[in-house]
């Protein structure tokens, strides 16, 4: 969503406009679990869906280190992995394969994130990867006879509950990851439990993955000698601090519950400023005016439709509903729901190592 920025500046860069400096917002996740979450459940293996992805891999990690068995499905396979499609396979080979390992948990860590754009219209594509295939998958692990399912979601379906679905009405992404809670918490009984643990920016490394933040965000800024941004702020975390949530939400998730997951708040202006000094790039940033990049965005708009594109996020409703606005996290709720304490978990409170260590891993070339 940032190249929508520099195009915007492209464009406007000689107008002014009074800023539209958006509404802190702080949310925790008090408003989306219950009293269940006291109940431990007794995992002794989980099967992950997505096993070798950036998130599969360190939750893996924590918990085999936890003591609990791992076997899990990608399309690449690796350690304790098969290569299996889970899209394309039907659901009775998908429970075959859960039962077969013996897991009595399942971590589902797949689908596209709202960096996509596909052909239009861009919510049939994401309706399938997020909604449909997690139900799919969910269904057929529920059928093979696990007792609890942790689904990894996004953040914007957190805010967009929080403004009453408003997000959704303009947005094909947060539509579709919006639908995928619905259906997957809509499999929750007393049999098993299914939970969704809500997820914003992410930084870490992992083995054998390049981060995606220079193809996908910092490399469309590289012809332009400052770097511009809106004025809002977000939540962000570590991908060791989302692998230690997955395992808490595997032994105390409550069924039907919706986990913000947070670590740090943070201003756009501040996350970009540290990627770029641990990038070693010493361009300033500035801030560009919401309701103005809002204008230009317009013009993304035909561009995508002259394409027959269309992005998961709507790029000028972007700069208005999300962009320019605090989406912040009150993310010690969620960790004492989730008994971090208990399970000696390190709350996430400072990401500048996980962001220097995603930097030297997009940038190899400058640090040697």
Request: proline share 4%; hydrophobic share 40%.
């Amino acid at each position: 969503m940032q190249l929508f920025l520099i195009k915007i500046v492209q464009n406007f860069k000689n107008c002014k406009i009074r800023e539209n400096t958006g509404k802190r917002i702080a949310c925790g996740a008090g408003k989306w679990y219950n009293k269940k979450m006291e109940e431990k459940t007794d995992i002794q293996k989980v099967f992950i869906a997505g096993g070798t992805g950036f998130l599969g891999m360190p939750a893996a990690e924590k918990f085999e280190k936890a003591g609990i068995g791992v076997c899990s499905a990608s399309l690449s396979g690796g350690k304790n992995c098969v290569k299996f499609d889970l899209f394309s396979a039907a659901e009775e080979e998908i429970a075959a394969l859960v039962g077969k390992c013996g897991a009595d948990a399942l971590l589902y860590a797949l689908g596209p994130d709202d960096r996509a754009t596909p052909p239009a219209p861009a919510y049939a594509f994401f309706h399938e990867r997020l909604a449909v295939q997690s139900e799919k998958i969910c269904r057929a692990a529920k059928r093979a006879g696990v007792k609890k399912i942790v689904a990894l979601g996004s953040y914007f379906a957190h805010f967009n509950a929080l403004y009453g679905g408003k997000l959704e009405k303009h947005h094909p992404y947060i539509r579709a990851r919006a639908e995928q809670e619905r259906r997957l918490l809509a499999l929750s009984d007393e049999k098993c439990a299914v939970c969704v643990l809500e997820l914003p920016y992410i930084f870490g490394v992992t083995a054998g993955r390049a981060p995606l933040w220079r193809e996908s965000f910092l490399s469309h800024y590289d012809r332009y000698r400052t770097v511009f941004i809106t004025r809002g702020g977000t939540a962000a975390t570590t991908a060791e601090g989302v692998a230690e949530t997955c395992v808490a939400a595997a032994l105390y998730g409550a069924g039907g519950a919706r986990y913000p997951v947070g670590g740090v708040n943070i201003t756009y202006n501040e996350l970009l400023e540290k990627m770029l000094f641990y990038a070693k790039d010493g361009r300033k940033v500035r801030l560009v005016p919401a309701r103005l990049a809002a204008l230009g965005a317009k013009g993304i708009l035909k561009e995508y439709a002259a394409a027959g594109c269309e992005s998961g996020l709507n790029p000028a409703k972007l700069m208005t509903e999300i962009q320019n606005r605090y989406f912040y996290i009150d993310a010690e709720k969620t960790e004492t729901a989730l008994h971090f304490a208990e399970l000696g978990f390190s709350p996430v409170r400072e990401i500048d190592a996980a962001v220097r260590a995603s930097m030297e891993a997009c940038y190899p070339e400058r640090f040697r």
